[in-house]
Every structure is written in structure tokens, then in C-alpha cells.
């Protein structure tokens, strides 16, 4: 059994929550009864739930199957549906961010079946899963985005990791709007 590492995701992560870390103690501090609601409630979640996967997450392989347990769900597909295992070091955030390995695991018709990204999980880890499946892999080396992996396997690469700026579309957008109606709501 395979579990990410706490330690590794924190020590990739640190410095892109500081935005998040400020926005949240600024509601805390001047948004008043709401701002502090608001501000609280995100961090109870943020708390719960990622320790929570933390805790949960793990893949595991035995002689029948393969088995990828998420925060609601185990998903097993049976060990020969396994076709092939890509790896690449993909960078964090632009092209000349330090890149980070990823590992794909693929059914035979090139749909993902697991992954392992670099931010959470060890290499260590991702070799001991290669020499278990013991199936075809290919090793791409560093490739400068996760849209360059899906041009080469289209399944394997979830949409909003292949248009990066729509996913910051899905971020952003929601927090504008929140923040325009808390500024109204202050305002009045």
C-alpha cells in the first residue's frame, strides 16, 4: 500500500497558500461578524478535509487488482486491465518553475486509471509502483506543461489541468464576486 506524504505536499506548497493565508486573516480581522463567519468556516474546511485525505488516500496493488482509495470512494479495476505507466516531471506552475515527477498509470486504451503528482507523492514511492505492475513505461523526461503530456495521451490529463487559466477562471471569478459582495454589504 502506497500513501502520499504530508510533508512533501506542504514543503510544494507553502508559499502558494500565503495569498489564501492573508485574504482569510484579512475577513478575519476587518470583515466583521461576516468576514469572520466567512474567514472561519473556510478554515475548518481547509483543516478537516485535507488531513482527512491525507489520512485516507492511498493506492494499492495486489495480485487481482489495483485499488485508488480518494477522500469518498475506493475505485479497484482488476490488475490486467493495467495497459502501461507514463511518467514525466511536469512543472508546478509555468514552464520555468522547478518541475516535479508525476507518474500516470493507463488502461490499454490510454484512459488513466491512477496518478501519483510529484507534489504529493515520493519518488520512491512511484518506483516501488513501476516495479510492482511490472508493465510497459514510458519515461518522458521534463515536458513543459501537462497540456504537452495530453497532446502525446489525451485521457490521461484531467481539462482543467490542460487550460490551466480556466481553472484559474474557477478560482478567481467566485472570489471577485465574494469580494464585491462583502465590500457592498460593508459599504451600506
Known amino acids: 500500500m502506497l500513501r502520499p506524504s504530508l510533508r512533501r505536499y506542504l514543503s510544494t506548497v507553502k508559499w502558494s497558500l500565503l495569498p489564501i493565508v492573508v485574504l482569510l486573516a484579512a475577513l478575519l480581522l476587518r ?107 514510458f519515461k518522458l523526461g521534463r515536458l513543459a506543461s501537462p497540456r504537452a503530456l495530453a497532446r502525446r495521451y489525451p485521457h490521461a490529463v484531467p481539462l482543467l489541468e490542460r487550460y490551466p487559466v480556466l481553472a484559474g477562471a474557477l478560482v478567481v471569478v467566485p472570489t471577485v464576486v465574494a469580494i464585491f459582495l462583502i465590500s457592498r454589504e460593508f459599504s451600506s
Not at 54 to 64: C, D, G, K, Q
Open 31 to 137: 470583515g466583521g461578524g461576516f468576514g469572520a463567519v466567512v474567514s472561519l468556516i473556510v478554515i475548518a474546511l481547509t483543516s478537516s478535509i485535507g488531513p482527512a485525505w491525507f489520512r485516507r488516500a492511498a493506492l494499492t496493488v495486489t495480485p487481482s487488482e489495483l485499488a485508488v482509495t480518494g477522500l469518498i470512494r475506493t475505485r479497484r479495476v482488476p490488475r490486467d486491465a493495467v495497459g502501461s505507466i507514463v511518467t514525466a516531471a511536469l512543472p508546478r506552475t509555468h514552464k520555468n518553475s522547478r518541475s516535479l515527477a508525476h507518474l500516470y498509470v493507463l488502461d490499454r486504451g490510454g484512459r488513466r486509471l491512477a496518478r501519483l503528482k510529484g507534489g504529493r507523492w515520493v519518488e520512491d514511492d512511484m518506483r516501488r509502483l513501476i516495479a510492482t505492475l511490472g508493465v510497459e513505461t
